[in-house]
C-alpha cells in the first residue's frame, strides 16, 4: 500500500490524523502538570518529549495551537515552571481523559481521579501516582510558523525514580517503573525488551548487556 502526496492531503481529516499520529512509531506517554498564578492546577497527556541533551539535561515539548482552552501552555509560559510525569499501567485511563477540554477553572487531577503532589519552591504539580516524575524550568519557548504549533525547551531540575528502576550505570529499566508509550491518539502499549547491546565500534562485535 502506497500513498502519495496527494492522497495524504484527500483524506478525511480525522483518518488524516490517526495515520500521521501513528506513523512515527511508539511515542511517550506523559502527563504535564502546570498551575496558573492563582494555583490552580492543570494537567494534559502528551506524547511529543524528546531528548535534546544532556549536560545541560534538556527536553523539548511540542505543544499544539488551540487558542485560550491550551491551559498547559499559558501556564508554563508565565510560571516558568512544569512537570513532566511517566504514565504508568495503573492511570492510563485516568492520564487519557485528561485530553478532554475542562474549563480553567476545573482541575484535570480532581476531574480525573489523579492526586496533585507538590515540591516545597516548585510551582507545579507533579502527579503523586506516577513512578517518574520529572521537574522541568523553561529555557526556550518558540512558535513554530509551519503549523503553529509551539516547541518548549525546558531544562530537567528535578527527578523522583523508583530506587529499582534505576540501573548502576545510570539508565532507567522503563520496565521496571511500569511506564507506557503511546501509538497515535489513543492506544497505550508496553514494551517488552529484546536486549541491551554495547557500544557499537566498527572493529568489535556487538554484545548484549548483562542486567
Not at 495524504?8 to 511517550?28: H, M, Q, T, W
Not at 499559558?74 to 510525569?85: F, K, P, Q, R, V
Not at 496533585?116 to 512558535?143: C, K, N, Y
Amino acid at each position: 500500500m502506497h500513498f502519495d502526496r496527494n492522497a495524504l492531503e484527500n483524506f478525511d481529516s480525522r483518518y488524516r490524523a490517526a495515520l500521521i499520529n501513528s506513523v512515527s512509531g511508539y511515542k511517550p506517554a506523559n502527563l504535564v502538570g502546570t498551575a496558573n498564578a492563582s494555583g490552580q492546577s492543570n494537567l494534559a497527556v502528551m506524547s511529543s518529549v524528546v531528548h535534546l541533551g544532556s549536560h545541560p539535561p534538556l527536553l523539548a515539548l511540542v505543544v499544539r495551537p488551540g487558542g485560550d482552552e491550551r491551559h498547559t501552555l499559558a501556564n508554563l509560559l508565565a510560571s516558568g515552571e512544569y512537570t513532566i510525569n511517566h504514565i504508568n499501567r495503573a492511570i492510563y485511563r485516568q492520564a487519557h481523559q485528561t485530553a478532554a477540554r475542562y474549563p480553567a477553572e476545573q482541575s484535570e487531577f480532581a476531574a480525573c481521579g489523579l492526586t496533585e503532589q507538590w515540591l516545597d519552591g516548585f510551582s507545579a504539580p507533579f502527579v503523586a501516582e506516577a513512578t517518574v516524575q520529572i521537574g522541568m524550568q523553561l529555557r526556550q519557548h518558540m512558535p513554530l510558523e509551519i503549523n503553529a504549533t509551539h516547541l518548549v525547551i525546558g531544562e530537567i531540575v528535578a527527578l523522583t525514580l523508583p530506587d529499582a528502576a534505576l540501573r548502576s550505570d545510570g539508565s532507567l529499566d522503563l520496565a521496571s517503573a511500569d511506564t507506557v508509550a503511546l501509538s497515535g491518539l489513543d492506544e497505550y502499549l508496553q514494551a517488552s525488551r529484546l536486549a541491551r547491546l554495547s557500544y557499537a565500534k566498527p572493529d568489535q562485535p556487538l554484545r548484549e548487556i548483562e542486567e
